[in-house]
T-cell receptor, first 113, second 114 residues
Framework: DSGVTQTPKHLITATGQRVTLRCSPR?????VYWYQQSLDQGLQFLIQ???????AKGNILERFSAQQFPDLHSELNLSSLELGDSALYFC????????????FGPGTRLTVL | TQLLEQSPQFLSIQEGENLTVYCNSS?????LQWYRQEPGEGPVLLVT?????EVKKLKRLTFQFGDARKDSSLHITAAQPGDTGLYLC??????????????FGKGTKLSVIP
């Protein structure tokens, strides 16, 4: 158990819909990262927040957005969903922003039908 | 864009055999991490190597960081069925945006047959 929690574990929805994925970092960690894992692309970095502020962006689509709240939990919002958005979405956390050790949550499996 | 190439992509071996997984890049990384991921779960950090030429051992697993900090290898001695899983390497580099970013390889799927 990494100490990072993610909800829900599974999510099934239809194309065009919007969903929200939630992540609670390890106690004391200020940075939260979001990743997408698909069979063909592997694990891709989406976005990072540190203490409530966006710190770095990766391959995140404009239809996707995220935020980190004052209690440090984070939400990833996915809208206008397409079949290709079906994937595992992982959240990771780390102590600070200038650190390279991240701890991953169990993931949310999103299926878009 | 930094890329990490992992090989082999798939590996199926008998219990007791040795194996090596490779992780190569043309980019220099500040550190290289190895993760193991089981189906339906998140990646779990096994080790971080930081110094060029560094070798770290974790029981039957030996990790090496290349001298130029562009490549790494994972060697498993006397593989056990419990070693089965997806092994991912990830290179860390300062992104210039005030953070380290991890670039992951696509992974090596290892099956150890009893």
């Amino acid at each position: 158990d990494s100490g990072v929690t993610q909800t829900p574990k599974h999510l099934i929805t239809a194309t065009g819909q919007r969903v929200t994925l939630r992540c609670s970092p390890r106690s004391g960690d200020l940075s939260v990262y979001w990743y997408q894992q698909s069979l063909d692309q592997g694990l891709q970095f989406l976005i990072q927040y540190y203490n409530g502020e966006e710190r770095a962006k990766g391959n995140i689509l404009e239809r996707f957005s995220a935020q980190q709240f004052p209690d440090l939990h984070s939400e990833l919002n996915l809208s206008s969903l397409e079949l290709g958005d079906s994937a595992l979405y992982f959240c990771a956390s780390s102590v600070g922003w200038l650190t390279d050790t991240q701890y991953f949550g169990p993931g949310t499996r999103l299926t878009v039908l | 864009t930094q890329l990490l190439e992992q090989s082999p992509q798939f590996l199926s071996i008998q219990e007791g055999e040795n194996l090596t997984v490779y992780c190569n890049s043309s980019s220099v990384f500040s550190s290289l991490q190895w993760y193991r991921q089981e189906p339906g779960e998140g990646p779990v950090l096994l080790v971080t190597v930081v110094t060029g030429g560094e070798v770290k051992k974790l029981k039957r697993l030996t990790f090496q960081f290349g001298d130029a900090r562009k490549d790494s290898s994972l060697h498993i001695t006397a593989a056990q069925p419990g070693d089965t899983g997806l092994y991912l390497c990830a290179g860390a580099a300062y992104s210039g945006a005030g953070s380290y970013q991890l670039t992951f390889g696509k992974g090596t799927k290892l099956s150890v047959i009893p």
